[in-house]
């Protein structure tokens, strides 16, 4: 009796390039859908910080949660697990973006990279120099870095908006430009954000490191016993002064990226269990057993674990962690001086300026030294318009205003971050519609 192969069985090999753009697909998709969620979760703590609750919901933040063994006691707000311990999850995964970036993403080579990360170092470069420029002598030159940092999930949500009319290319180099980003707020949190360091707490913290490797490099592929040493590294650098999320972007760092089984033995297993399906072998229950297990393994490690962790926590990152950091920080009681104050000023001047004037400056400098060349599609005035949508920071640059300041000055921090990522957005959008053609309509039929 012949074998009609199904709809899922008749597909296409994939092809190399297929491992590329697959992953920035599905990663478009959430991050579009998950900029939607985030800026429902922004407005909320608005609304209920600015009403009769403003007292209570700002209060519930600071509810103290901790445990103790012995005479050893942890004891911190539940905004501080928030931000430190929930967050790490989200550096991990940045971490897990950035060695896919930098294995066969857009920075793998030195020519794809280049105006991605020249881009990406005058966004960073100009917003910090205008922000210290307007902030010199000031109390509030510790923000220098608040305006370097884009956020990935609403430039991509706006660019879902615009649909067709935004070229694939732009989208690209956009999403390489905020994993550079990335790395870069990474630096400045774990050098620009530590102000002493716990040596012994760092050595526990090195040597979980040692561990992770040691087990990479042994074959041990358990999940479980890979999280239980990521907390007790999460534990070390959070009690070592290094910023405990740095933890998390080491971890992803060190995610392999290759899988541990590859195409052709899956091929192998693929035709023992054909065979044995149409009956053309019957093993016994044991070996059956044990060559369904085997075709199982073979199947989920063809993946990589990049690919699977990756696949595994994005929705997670997108739609509960990132949403509940947004809910807990973006709370702040607007009044109208507070837009007048001169650390709302400065960081609203980096994002909204210094973020584009930067990034159009280095790409030009890139371009004109023959380092780089624009993407298929992308002209001079649609990367201004992407300069000024990457001057949206919210994430990061919340998370780096809760480190760099506290009391009245997270406020101000907070007003210019929202004010500034709102004109941003708006900005951006209008001036990609006046500047990309619209995609022409499908033929009828």
């Not at 085997?294 to 509960?320: D, N, Q, Y």
């Amino acid at each position: 009796m012949s074998h009609t192969p199904s709809a899922a069985e008749a597909r296409l090999p994939t092809e190399p390039i297929d491992r590329l753009v697959d992953p920035i697909a599905r990663f478009l998709h959430i991050q579009a859908a998950s900029g939607v969620v985030l800026l429902l979760f922004t407005l909320a703590p608005l609304v209920l910080a600015n009403s009769s609750w403003s007292g209570q919901f700002l209060a519930f933040w600071k509810t103290p949660l901790g445990f103790s063994i012995g005479s050893y006691e942890v004891n911190h707000s539940l905004k501080h697990w928030i931000n430190d311990g929930l967050m790490v999850i989200f550096f991990f995964v940045v971490g897990l973006e950035v060695k896919r970036e930098l294995a066969v993403g857009e920075l793998r080579s030195l020519r794809l990279a280049a105006l991605p990360v020249a881009a990406a170092l005058g966004g960073m470069l100009a917003p910090a120099t205008l922000y210290l420029a307007l902030q010199w002598g000031e109390p509030g030159m510790r923000g220098w870095a608040i305006p370097m940092a884009t956020d990935i999930a609403f430039v991509v949500g706006c660019l879902a908006l615009l649909g067709e009319r935004v070229p694939h290319s732009l989208r690209i180099l956009l999403l390489s430009l905020a994993i550079v980003d990335d790395i870069g707020a990474i630096l400045v949190i774990a050098i620009g954000y530590t102000d002493s360091l716990n040596l012994r707490a760092m050595g526990f913290g090195l040597a979980g490191i040692a561990v992770v490797m040691l087990m990479a490099r042994l074959g041990v592929r358990s999940v479980l016993l890979y999280t239980v040493v990521g907390i007790g590294i999460w534990f070390a650098f959070h009690e070592s002064g290094v910023h405990a999320t740095i933890a998390g972007v080491i971890l992803g760092l060190l995610t392999p990226v290759r899988p541990w089984i590859d195409q052709n033995l899956l091929v192998r297993y693929t035709h023992r269990l054909g065979d044995f399906l149409h009956g053309d072998s019957a093993p016994e229950p044991d070996a059956r057993h044990a060559l369904l297990r085997s075709m199982e393994r073979a199947a989920r490690e063809t993946l990589s674990p990049l690919e699977r962790i990756e696949a595994t926590l994005h929705p997670w990152v997108g739609f509960v962690v990132m949403p509940l950091f947004a809910f807990a920080n973006a709370g702040v009681v607007i009044e109208p001086a507070a837009f007048r104050d001169a650390i709302a000023l400065a960081v609203a001047a980096g994002l909204v300026i210094g973020k584009p004037v930067g990034i159009v400056l280095l790409s030009w400098l890139a371009v004109r030294l023959g380092l780089a060349a624009l993407p298929a599609g992308v002209g001079w005035g649609a990367l201004a318009a992407g300069g000024v949508l990457a001057g949206i920071g919210f994430t990061m640059a919340l998370f780096i205003a809760g480190l760099a300041f506290e009391g009245t000055q997270l406020d101000a921090a907070k007003i210019g971050v929202l004010a500034a990522s709102a004109l941003c957005a708006t900005a951006g959008m209008l001036m990609l519609l006046w500047l990309l053609p619209k995609p022409p309509p499908e033929p009828a039929g």
